[in-house]
């Protein structure tokens, strides 16, 4: 019987041992948490804000190195979420036009759902 039948869901958050301005590394461990959460039956998994850079990168969050880095983690996240059953929200600063913002991306099975 599926957790669908009973009307539930388990929501869940994670919070990843953070590394300042290194997203490679706090995209594999977010990865690693949204198995996790795959294995113990979450149904939406939710990171905490900039996540994937560290809250405390102060102007570094304006340098187009650590931006595409987020993307890149961004980038390994969408694909690891293939196959996995959590809808995963995840936490970095993106460029939109002229601005710089602070953004949940919401993430299912190798897809990108809304930001």
């Given at each position: ?39 113990d ?7 905490p ?8 990168v ?6 187009d ?5 987020c ?16 809808l ?28």
């Amino acid at each position: 019987m599926s957790v669908y039948e009973h009307g539930f869901a388990r929501i869940s958050g994670a919070v990843p041992v953070v590394t300042i301005a290194d997203p490679a590394v706090n995209a594999q461990r977010t990865i690693a948490l949204m198995r996790q959460a795959a294995a113990d039956g979450s149904s939406v998994l939710v990171f905490p804000e900039l996540g994937l850079c560290g809250y405390s990168v102060d102007d570094l969050v304006q340098q187009d190195a650590l931006l595409d880095a987020c993307l890149a983690g961004l980038a390994d996240i969408v694909a690891a979420s293939v196959g996995l059953r959590p809808l995963v929200v995840v936490g970095l600063p993106l460029i939109v036009g002229d601005g710089l913002y602070n953004c949940a991306v919401a993430v299912h099975d190798g897809d990108i759902l809304g930001v």
